[in-house]
């Protein structure tokens, strides 16, 4: 399975990006996509996630009302998820991931059954400047 993000660049504050996630290489349900950032010396947070059945989503709180993840596109084996960011901030500033989990279902033993299989992207930088 590949993640490929795209979007990330230098944006003054106050500014907007958009980041893209594709996923390709599985024909696994995917459950849920988002977006984690990490920036230098400290961990990686989460930033926004969304899920596939209700369309559900969970912001950090720090950008709430700033960012907006969109559903997820399925096609075929691909599926497709953004982050539209606005009225970014310097503390934005960081290595962003896009973050894919598949989950299936099924029986064994009679007893149901339920295998995650998550997956990373290499990130892209966005850097904010003041």
């Not at 106050?14 to 696994?28: E, F, K």
């Amino acid at each position: 399975v590949q993640l490929v993000e795209s979007g990330g660049g230098l944006v003054q504050a106050g500014g907007s990006l958009r980041l893209s996630c594709a996923t390709s290489g599985s024909t696994l349900s995917i459950h849920m996509m988002g977006w984690y950032r990490q920036a230098p010396g400290k961990q990686r947070e989460l930033v926004a996630t969304i899920t596939s059945a209700d369309n559900s989503t969970v912001y950090t709180n720090s950008v709430e009302g700033r960012f907006t993840i969109s559903p997820i596109s399925r096609d075929s084996a691909k599926n497709t998820m953004f982050l539209q960011m606005n009225s970014l901030k310097p503390e934005d500033t960081a290595v962003y991931y896009c973050y894919a989990l598949f989950r299936t279902f099924s029986t064994e033993n009679n007893h149901g059954r339920r295998d995650d299989y998550d997956y990373w992207g290499q990130g892209t930088q966005v850097t904010v400047s003041s």
